[in-house]
Structures are given as structure tokens and as C-alpha cells.
């Protein structure tokens, strides 16, 4: 469960913040901004809440869900679906509208024919940009390694492969599962030896494989001594190929090839096909959240929520050399001075004082074609008498002009 906004507050936290990109395609490649530019946008109407997020690339937009309540109180939570055009940063709402039961963080892809495709608590949801029409399935049931427990079971990563299967995993249950968009039906199960949890990543480098993080069991339950376990699964023989590698979070660099972040925050290249790491940094200032993973460009750099001593918001890794560059969040003016006055008003919620540094519960990192990144938070958009916070839901970080 994210902690609220309210606690991390009270707590004065500095957190994550999650990036997001989309931009207009070049034949020549973006020119590097040297001096790149915070923008913000706005969820209007939007509550605090979990979010996920996905390029669009042949709309040119970022698609993001959110687990959203009612206007009136006692309404129940629901999963919403919005479009953010990138070319000039509108918010266009969609008919969707699913039950949200529990604390679900999301998962969502684009199919190469333009479908969105989400997942949220124990259903898979496919939606229509062009018809409007939403369809959805339950999860298979399933009897797996681990005890579950009545927040188990529940979606936490999803991908979809080259053939347009798409392949989910839920958590505290050891498989994976492949549903059949042309049938409408599950048809794939693939046993596993250990168990997803928030925070796993699964992902589709080629046909008829799939790469996939997990935590280890003991005696039906998680072994707080174990290690990330990282592994590959081959679809067609169901075959499970655990690599040595200690994988908390990672991104696909290639077809052969990822760059993974341990828990100790180191960063390493991972061969996909011998099993080889090759360390490219150490004790990298990689923010936590279970939900804000790396992000790779394709181009030599990898982009990763930033958090370290009065610095948060982003940062570009080199990948050839290592080298660190942090972009820190505009509001952050004077981080930790002595005595900040409390500049909030009386009995106000959500609320940060004009000098702190807080975490806005970042929840994915998004890069669009041109570079520029573009940052989800947990954050309230405008509408909330309550809400003065120094930032809004969603930050772009524009590094080309």
C-alpha cells in the first residue's frame, strides 16, 4: 500500500518522482536541450491516487490509469483511463470506468493495432480508442506455491509479445498466464518456482521468450532472507531459467540484453544470454517506489527516479561510462533550512510548506521519441480547496527543444 499523502506530510518524506515522455518523431534525431525545462500538467478533477502509465507512440500520447473515488463521500474507488496529448499537453478523459477493490497500483500496454490493454486487481481490460468499446476478463483461477492472502492474486505487471499475447502475472501466484486476444481465452499457463510481489516487471524481448523479477518462497511464504530472483521463460517448452543475478528492478536494452538495479542500488548490464553481469555504477541515488521503474531510451542512457539528501526528482545514466546526471524538481528552493515556517493554511489536508521537500508518490517513467520525459505522481490535480502542492500530478522534463 502507498502511504498517503497526508502522512508523508506529517512525516516531512522526501520521495520519488516519476518520469514520463512523448514527442514528435525527427528522421534526424532530437536535439539535446542544454538547458532542459520543467513543464507541468494537470489532471483536473483528479484525486490523489495510484497511477500507471504507457506511450502511445502512433497517437503520440501518454495513456494513464487511476484508482480514483467518487465526488460524493462512501463512493466506491474506480479505474479511469486518460489521454495526454503530448504535442500540446491536453487531457482528454475516456468512457472508461472499472471497479478498483483494494490498493492496485496498475499495469497497462498499447498492442500493435492501437488497443490499450490494462490490468487492475484480478481483471484484464482491453479498450478501443477508436469505438470507445471496453471489454474484460477475469484472472484464471489457479492453486499456486504460496498461501495467498485476501489482497493476493491481484495483477502487478503485464506485457505482451511479439505474436500479441499478453502475458500477466499477479501477486504471491508462482505463473504466468497468456491470454489469447484473437479467442478472447486464457490459453497459456506457465508454472514458476517463486513468486511476483508490487514491484515485479515482466517483459517480451522476442518471440518466445519472456523475462520476469520475483522474490523467493519459504514454506509457502516470502523468505525475508531471500534475494531478488530474476528468470526466463520459454514460452513454448514452459521451461524456467533462473540467472544469478540479484534483480530488484530493470529495463530491456535489447533483445539479448537488460539493465537491471539491485537492492543495494548498484546498476548493471545483464547478457540475457550467457548470464553475465557487467557493472556500470554503484550505490546509485535510485528512489524506492515499487511502481516507478527504469526506463532505458534505446539510445545509451537509462533514466531512473531520483531520491538522495535534499535532492529528488530524476536522473540520466550513461551507460557506456557511467556517469550520473540528476535533474532535480523545480519546487525545491530551500530543502531543509532552519525552521521553515508552516505556510499552509489552518486544518489543510494536502498541503506542503513553501520550502519542503516531500515525496510525490511518483508511479511511472514514461520516454517519448523525442527524449523528453515525462513524470506521474499520486499527486491531486486542481479542483481540491486542499490541495497546494508545489507541483502538479504530472511533470515533463523537456530535453529537446
Excluded at 11 to 22: E, K, P, Q, S, Y
Excluded at 45 to 71: E, H, K, L, M
Excluded at 75 to 95: G, K, Q, W
Aim: hydrophobic share 40%; proline share 8%; charged share 15%.
Amino acid at each position: 500500500m502507498s502511504i498517503s499523502i497526508a502522512k508523508k506530510l506529517a512525516a516531512w518524506c522526501i520521495g520519488l518522482a516519476l518520469l514520463v515522455a512523448c514527442g514528435v518523431s525527427s528522421t534526424a534525431g532530437p536535439i539535446p536541450n542544454p538547458n532542459p525545462i520543467w513543464r507541468s500538467v494537470d489532471l483536473p478533477g483528479q484525486y490523489s491516487g495510484f497511477r500507471s502509465a504507457t506511450f502511445d507512440r502512433s497517437r503520440n500520447c501518454v495513456w494513464i490509469i487511476s484508482r480514483q473515488r467518487g465526488p460524493n463521500a462512501g463512493d466506491e474507488m474506480s479505474v479511469t483511463l486518460t489521454r495526454l496529448n503530448v504535442a500540446n499537453r491536453s487531457i482528454v478523459a475516456t468512457s472508461v470506468n472499472l471497479p478498483a477493490v483494494g490498493y492496485d497500483v496498475g499495469s497497462i500496454a498499447v498492442d500493435s493495432h492501437g488497443g490499450i490493454w490494462m490490468g487492475w486487481g484480478q481483471i484484464l481490460a482491453y479498450y478501443d480508442p477508436g469505438t470507445e468499446a471496453v471489454r474484460s476478463w477475469n484472472l484464471p483461477p489457479y492453486s499456486g506455491l504460496a498461501r495467498l492472502y485476501s489482497m493476493d492474486g491481484r495483477i502487478v505487471a503485464l506485457t505482451i509479445d511479439p505474436d500479441g499475447e499478453i502475458w500477466v502475472v499477479a501477486s504471491m501466484v508462482s505463473a504466468v498466464f497468456g491470454f489469447n486476444p484473437t479467442t478472447s481465452s486464457w490459453d497459456r499457463t506457465v508454472n514458476l518456482q517463486f513468486v511476483p510481489i508490487m514491484g515485479t516487471k515482466i517483459g517480451a524481448p522476442r518471440t518466445g521468450l519472456l523475462t520476469i523479477s520475483g522474490v523467493p518462497l519459504n514454506s509457502g511464504a516470502l523468505d525475508p532472507s531471500g534475494t531478488p530472483v530474476f528468470a526466463l521463460v520459454m514460452t513454448g517448452s514452459h521451461e524456467v531459467k533462473v540467472l544469478p543475478a540479484h534483480v530488484r528492478d530493470y529495463a530491456m536494452t535489447g533483445t539479448d540484453e537488460i539493465v537491471y538495479a539491485d537492492n543495494a542500488g548498484n546498476i548493471a548490464k545483464l547478457s540475457l544470454t550467457d548470464g553475465v553481469s557487467t557493472v556500470v555504477a554503484t550505490g546509485a541515488p535510485i528512489g524506492r517506489s515499487p511502481s516507478a521503474h527504469l526506463e532505458s531510451d534505446g539510445k545509451g542512457d537509462l533514466w531512473f527516479s531520483l531520491l538522495a539528501y535534499r535532492s529528488v526528482g530524476v536522473a540520466q545514466l550513461n551507460l557506456s561510462t557511467g556517469a550520473i546526471k540528476r535533474f532535480n524538481f523545480p519546487y525545491v528552493i530551500d530543502p531543509g533550512g532552519p525552521g521553515p515556517p508552516n505556510t499552509c493554511p489552518t486544518n489543510a489536508i494536502h498541503c506542503i510548506p513553501d520550502n519542503a521537500v516531500f515525496d510525490p508518490g511518483i508511479q511511472a517513467i514514461v520516454l517519448d521519441q523525442r527524449a523528453n520525459v515525462w513524470i506521474v505522481t499520486e499527486l491531486n490535480g486542481s479542483g481540491d480547496p486542499n490541495q497546494r502542492s508545489p507541483m502538479t500530478p504530472i511533470m515533463e522534463l523537456q530535453t529537446s527543444p
